[in-house]
């Protein structure tokens, strides 16, 4: 399986990735959660991001921050199979992440994760989530289209308090290698609307939002 | 508090493994490895690039660059390096958080009565 993107497609001497914006409508309708109560426990999965805990913390909320895609490279994940392959440790992947008491979260903010992440951890990962959410609970996802290739960018994405969040290419150095060979992950597959209706179907119901970049905003009621 | 001057706190080099519990009234600065328990009450502490804590950390301003497992409680400030990987809950009234750094737990800004709290990059 191919991680990262080839580093051909690194922008060259940018330091600090540039911020876009993007319309959401799944962020529109969890900012106005966000905005009209206190006190809501909120998972953020993207990236450590200085943005979003102080918008959360300055709602009144809490802020959980777990950026899994970079959990799941960690190499003592990686077992061999009985066919002597390296896959990733599935079990352990869930001992060690996401470990927090059933039915905490108001929101998940799951950004794209699942697109990126290696495939035999996404299903163990949504049914986690679904335990710990609450009933009623958002969670909050995106998942590129057919037109999106395998070199699409992968962001992580900053909330402004409205249905705008900017976005930040994401970034980081295979496990091993030193920060300064910094690449960005790749697109692992897509999934149709079939398969994302089967991942979420625990919990009670699923609104698609379709935008105009490529992408289908997901947005689960726990 | 990057790193101390001479004088200026005490510093336990990056060679230097330590298993206890570490109180004092000083700023601290760690690049090696300590495991146990950190207090500092009214002082900084500042995790160095190569520095290895696994501990429950209490000081007045948390400065981290390296590697923090356990939870943070920052009577004043908590800065998270862009080299930072901080697994543990985080208790502070201010945090600022660089590009690049990792956390992986609950962050809990305590108000200042009268004072905003923010978290910035």
């Known amino acids: ?44 999965m993207g990236s450590t991001s200085a943005n979003n805990i102080r918008f959360l913390t ?46 905490l979260f108001d929101v998940v903010l799951c950004w794209n994760l699942p697109d990126y992440m290696e495939e035999s951890l996404v299903k163990p990962t949504i049914d986690r ?27 992580r994405y900053h909330v402004t308090g409205t249905d705008m969040l900017e976005m930040q290419e994401v970034k980081f150095a295979p496990p091993g290698r030193p920060a300064s060979e910094k690449q960005s992950p790749r697109l692992q597959r897509v999934f149709n609307n079939r398969h994302i209706e089967n991942l979420f179907r625990d919990f009670a119901s699923i609104k698609f939002f379709l935008a105009r970049d490529a992408i289908r905003e997901v947005l689960v009621v726990r | 508090m990057d790193a101390p001057q001479t004088g200026e706190g005490a510093h336990i080099g990056k060679s ?70 901080v697994n543990g809950d985080v208790t502070t009234q201010r945090i600022a958080i660089e590009e690049g750094a990792f956390l992986k737990g609950k962050v809990d800004v305590q108000r200042e009565a009268g004072k905003a709290a923010p978290a910035s990059s």
């Open chain 1, 1 to 44: 399986m191919k991680f990262f993107r080839s580093s051909s497609n690194q922008a060259a001497g940018s330091a600090v990735p540039q911020k876009l914006t993007r319309r959401s409508s799944g962020m529109g309708e969890i900012c106005r959660l966000l905005n009209s109560q206190e006190g809501l426990c909120v998972l953020d």
């Open chain 1, 129 to 155: 989530l679904w335990s710990l959410m609450k009933p009623g609970g958002y969670l909050l996802a995106f998942f590129h289209t057919r037109e999106a290739g395998p070199d699409s960018t992968c962001y």
């Open chain 2, 16 to 85: 230097v493994v330590i298993k206890g519990e570490l109180s004092g009234s000083e700023d601290l600065y760690v690049d090696g490895n300590v495991d146990g328990k950190i207090e500092l009450r009214n002082h900084s502490l500042t995790v160095g690039p190569n520095g290895n804590v696994k501990a429950d950390v209490s000081a007045k301003t948390v400065v981290i660059q390296g590697k923090l497992d356990g939870s943070v409680n920052a009577s004043e400030r908590v800065e998270l390096r862009k080299s930072a990987v």
């Open chain 1, 58 to 103: 300055g709602k009144g909320h809490k802020a959980y921050s777990e950026d899994l895609l970079r959990s799941s490279l960690e190499p003592a994940l990686r077992i061999q199979d009985v066919a002597g392959n390296s896959v990733l440790d599935s079990k352990k992947f869930l001992d060690e992440n996401l470990v927090y008491a059933n039915a």
